[in-house]
């Protein structure tokens, strides 16, 4: 008998430990159509104004990183510089219209997902995007800031990956 309720403590606490990461709730823009729609409009006219293809700000994340834990905490951070340094403008909103609504939706995307996040911003994958992001800059403001707009969608895509509840 006490076999037994050893091996149920043990399969309990096993299986408590794996579902952890199930309880980070999973933000409803990350599954919304009207979101998805209204990146890609945006990101696509940044894409065609960016005559620079050799560069990306964004780290390559493989599927297998994607699927890491930690992995939605390192998106997460990366769009909050995100909202704080390209997205926060309104001097955007002529040039992308659909800006406001991705804003407020990566928004909440970032609400929900911070709060689960044990680390801070200093992560070296968060350390390099804004490394790159900050030497880009100088060249041309605008130019570093169409390139990450142009990259909205994957650093979405992302998250849409990396923050999903994993079995």
């Given at each position: 008998?006490?076999?037994?309720?050893?091996?149920?403590?043990?399969?309990?606490?096993?299986?408590?430990?794996?579902?952890?990461?199930?309880?980070?709730?999973?933000?409803?823009?990350?599954?919304?159509?009207?979101?998805w729609?209204?990146?890609?409009?945006?990101?696509?006219?940044?894409?065609?104004?960016?005559?620079?293809?050799?560069?990306?700000?964004?780290?390559?994340?493989?599927?297998?990183?994607?699927?890491?834990?930690?992995?939605?905490?390192?998106?997460?951070m990366?769009?909050?510089?995100?909202?704080?340094?390209?997205l926060?403008?309104?001097?955007?909103?002529?040039?992308?219209?659909?800006?406001?609504?991705?804003?407020?939706?990566?928004?909440?995307?970032?609400?929900?997902?911070?709060?689960?996040?044990?680390?801070?911003?200093?992560?070296?994958?968060?350390?390099?995007?804004?490394?790159?992001?900050?030497?880009?800059?100088?060249?041309?403001?605008?130019?570093?800031?169409?390139?990450?707009?142009?990259?909205?969608?994957?650093?979405?895509?992302?998250?849409?990956?990396?923050?999903?509840?994993?079995?």
């Amino acid at each position: 008998m006490k076999l037994l309720t050893l091996l149920v403590v043990i399969c309990w606490c096993f299986l408590r430990g794996q579902a952890m990461h199930l309880t980070r709730p999973r933000p409803k823009p990350l599954d919304s159509p009207v979101t998805w729609n209204d990146l890609y409009m945006m990101t696509e006219h940044a894409q065609h104004e960016d005559k620079d293809h050799e560069t990306r700000l964004l780290p390559v994340f493989s599927e297998v990183m994607l699927n890491e834990e930690d992995t939605c905490c390192i998106n997460t951070m990366i769009l909050d510089y995100y909202l704080k340094h390209v997205l926060h403008a309104d001097e955007h909103i002529e040039k992308y219209p659909q800006i406001r609504f991705v804003r407020s939706d990566l928004h909440r995307v970032a609400q929900v997902l911070k709060p689960h996040c044990s680390y801070s911003a200093e992560h070296p994958q968060v350390t390099e995007y804004k490394e790159r992001y900050s030497a880009f800059e100088p060249t041309s403001r605008t130019l570093a800031r169409n390139k990450a707009v142009g990259e909205t969608i994957i650093l979405f895509h992302y998250l849409y990956v990396s923050c999903s509840a994993r079995m």
